[in-house]
């Protein structure tokens, strides 16, 4: 079964069940739903405990970071724990949409490092335009220690070999599949395959031929199918690298969210 590692589940408008179902039938399973606040995190863990094969993260998005008090990090690090929750995130800087200042972002971020690397669990990074900045934070508070996913990779070839060369994960979604993506495919070309990740981000980001549509899980196959393009990998081989890589990366397939 093909992975999903990161879909928002409870922004999907059809039934969680159906959506899940579909996905299986398509050939993918686990889904890891991801938090972006107390909120969507509640959600996100009450999904996994529904839905075999769902699992959780537990994190606050950083344009969702503008209010975030210390009583929230302490509701985040409760629902972290849960053995349902396989990660932290998604967490990081976005200085493209620039909903929250910068330092809101950063304090969030850096708790949320620290809450992955005593949890065990992996961190998910969302960085859009923020790249010096997230690598600092991230070398600074030496998340290495603990499993590091980059999220929707955006960056260029320099900050590859830096993420490279630090032993995080490279995680690739819909825009892989874009026509004028040949930059985004140059730079998949160049990650070692024991490092690549695939994942939806839906309901946002549909790969091509649904571009503009709300996205599901089951499209994973899409983004799968380009990356073994990329690596001119027979699609079903590129699949079981994918799910060796999403279980070693997330502890999936150990006994629940064991790690
Ligand atoms: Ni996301």
């Not at 990081?92 to 620039?98: I, K, Q």
């Not at 949890?119 to 010096?132: M, Q, S």
């Not at 994942?199 to 994973?220: H, I, K, Q």
Request: a negative charge.
């Amino acid at each position: 079964m093909l992975p999903d590692t990161h879909a928002h589940l409870d922004m999907i408008e059809e039934d969680t069940g159906q959506v899940v179902e579909r996905a299986r039938s398509a050939g993918v399973g686990p889904i890891i739903t991801i938090g972006i606040n107390i909120e969507s995190t509640t959600r996100a863990i009450a999904a996994a405990e529904s839905y075999p094969g769902v699992f959780a993260s537990a994190g606050i998005h950083p344009n969702d970071t503008a209010e975030v008090t210390a009583d929230d990090i302490d509701r985040l690090a409760g629902l972290a724990a849960s053995e349902r929750v396989v990660a932290v995130g998604e967490t990081g800087l976005d200085f493209y949409r620039d909903a929250s200042p910068h330092e809101a972002q950063k304090n969030a971020f850096r708790e949320q490092v620290r809450l992955a690397k005593s949890l065990g669990k992996a961190l998910i990074v969302h960085d859009r335009e923020a790249h010096d900045d997230a690598l600092d934070l991230l070398a600074d508070e030496r998340a290495g220690d603990t499993t590091v996913v980059m999220h929707c990779f955006s960056g260029d070839e320099s900050v590859l070999s830096e993420c490279l060369a630090r032993g995080y994960y490279i995680s690739f979604a819909g825009p892989v599949t874009f026509k004028n993506a040949e930059r985004t495919r140059e730079v998949a070309s160049r990650v070692p395959v024991s490092r690549l990740l695939a994942e939806t981000d839906s309901p946002f980001l549909s790969p091509e031929p649904f571009r503009g549509r709300p996205n599901l899980p089951e499209r994973v196959t899409l983004v799968a199918r380009a990356l073994a393009g990329v690596w001119r990998m027979d699609p079903e081989e590129m699949g079981l690298i994918l799910e060796e890589n999403a279980g070693r990366a997330f502890g999936l397939g150990l006994g629940g969210a064991a790690r």
